[in-house]
Nanobody, 121 residues
Framework: QVQLVESGGGLVQAGGSLRLSCAAS????????MAWFRQAPGKEREFVAV???????HFADSVKGRFTISRDNAKNTVYLQMNSLKPEDTAVYYC???????????????WGQGTQVTVSS
């Protein structure tokens, strides 16, 4: 059974940084696509970043240049490093996994419970 557990969210001032972690069990992160999505109140869940099984990465335009995605195979964990945070980055951030790196939430079959990120102005 695949389980994803996110951590690292919190409250930060605009311009600050946070690193989110997604610890996986039941699936090896370097063999699958691992993605981050986010959902703000009243909005649809949106793609943030993905790292494929081959290590290629892709980012939403809104976070490009500010966020990075990486993985630690030994810890079977994926990270989302978020720098230069803006109030509009405020959302619940979710980790997801599937065989292929896709941009739509419906493409992913396993999800974590989410972690709240709040950026104050």
């Amino acid at each position: 059974q695949v389980q994803l557990v996110e951590s690292g969210g919190g409250l930060v001032q605009a311009g600050g940084s946070l690193r989110l972690s997604c610890a996986a069990s039941g699936r090896t992160v370097n063999n699958y696509a691992m993605a981050w999505f986010r959902q703000a109140p009243g909005k649809e869940r949106e793609f943030v970043a993905v790292i494929s099984g081959t290590g290629s990465t892709h980012f939403a335009d809104s976070v490009k240049g500010r966020f990075t995605i990486s993985r630690d195979n030994a810890k079977n964990t994926v990270y989302l490093q978020m720098n230069s945070l803006k109030p509009e980055d405020t959302a619940v951030y979710y980790c997801a996994t599937d065989r292929i790196a896709m941009l739509l939430p419906k493409s992913y079959d396993y999800w974590g419970q989410g972690t709240q990120v709040t950026v104050s102005s």
